[in-house]
C-alpha cells in the first residue's frame, strides 16, 4: 500500500542553524501539506502547497520557512534559522485531487529539536 | 473562529469495554469531519471520515462515529476495545475548498486495561 514516507525521524539542531524535512508524498497526490505538532499542543496547519507553489500558509509559516519540491517526488520543508520554538514533530501529508472528502494521508513525522 | 474540542485528554477503559471519545466543532461552512488514531512512533491513520449522507459513518477497526449537526459532534465509538487500540485519537475538521486544510483537536490518549 503506498505511503507518505518522511526523513529524517529526527533531527537535533543547534538553534540558528537551518533544517530541510524531507517528505516522499504518495506518487499520484497533487496537494501536499505540512502540519506541526508542539509537545502537549495541538497539530498545527503550516502550509499547503499545489501545482508547484503554495496555496495557503498560517501566521505560522512566516519568512523563517520555506517548501519546495526539487524533483517531483520529495517535498522539502526548510527553517533557515530555527529557534527553541521551533521543536515539534513536523508531519508531512498528501491528498489526491477530487472532490468529496479526500483524505490527507500522514508520514510518520520528524521529531524536531532544537537546542 | 473555527475549533475543534476534545473534553477528554486521557480515557482508560478495560479490554471488552465499550468506548466513547467525544469531539465538538465550530466551524462556518459545511465540514469535513474525521478522525485519526496515532500509535507511538506512527504516523496519523485515518480511522473514518464524515463528508456527507447517512450521519452514522462506519470506520476501520470497528470503529464508527455519528454526525451530530444540531450538537456540533462527531463523536467516536467502538463497542468492545481491544488492548491494540490504546493509542492517542484526533478529531479534525476541513473545509470543502481545494486547499481542505485540517483544523485539529488537542487529541485524547487511551490506555486499556487488560
Known amino acids: 500500500e503506498p505511503e507518505v514516507t518522511q526523513t529524517p525521524s529526527h533531527q537535533v539542531t543547534q538553534m540558528g542553524q537551518e533544517v530541510i524535512l524531507r517528505c516522499v508524498p504518495i506518487?499520484?497526490?497533487?496537494?501536499f501539506y505540512w502540519y506541526r505538532q508542539i509537545l502537549g499542543q495541538k497539530v498545527e496547519f503550516l502550509v499547503s502547497?499545489?501545482?508547484?507553489?503554495?496555496?495557503?500558509k498560517s501566521e505560522i509559516f512566516d519568512d523563517q520557512f520555506s517548501v519546495e519540491r526539487p524533483d517531483g517526488s520529495n517535498f522539502t520543508l526548510k527553517i533557515r534559522s530555527t529557534k527553541l520554538e521551533d521543536s515539534a514533530m513536523y508531519f508531512c501529508a498528501s491528498r489526491d485531487f477530487g472532490t468529496g472528502g479526500n483524505e490527507q494521508f500522514f508520514g510518520p513525522g520528524t521529531r524536531l529539536t532544537v537546542l | 473562529a473555527q475549533s475543534v474540542t476534545q473534553p477528554d485528554i486521557h480515557i482508560t477503559v478495560s479490554e471488552g469495554a465499550s468506548l466513547e471519545l467525544r469531539c465538538n466543532y465550530s466551524y462556518g461552512a459545511t465540514p469535513y469531519l474525521f478522525w485519526y488514531v496515532q500509535s507511538p512512533g506512527q504516523g496519523l491513520q485515518l480511522l473514518l471520515k464524515?463528508?456527507?449522507?447517512d450521519t452514522l459513518v462506519q470506520g476501520i477497526k470497528g470503529f464508527e462515529a455519528e454526525f451530530k449537526r444540531s450538537q456540533s459532534s462527531f463523536n467516536l465509538r467502538k463497542p468492545s476495545v481491544h488492548w491494540s487500540d490504546a493509542a492517542e485519537y484526533f478529531c479534525a475538521v476541513g473545509g470543502a475548498g481545494n486547499n481542505r486544510k485540517l483544523i485539529w483537536g488537542l487529541g485524547t490518549s487511551l490506555a486499556v486495561n487488560p
Open positions: 506518487s499520484n497526490h497533487l496537494y
Open positions: 464524515y463528508f456527507s449522507g
Open positions: 502547497f499545489y501545482n508547484n507553489e503554495i496555496s495557503e
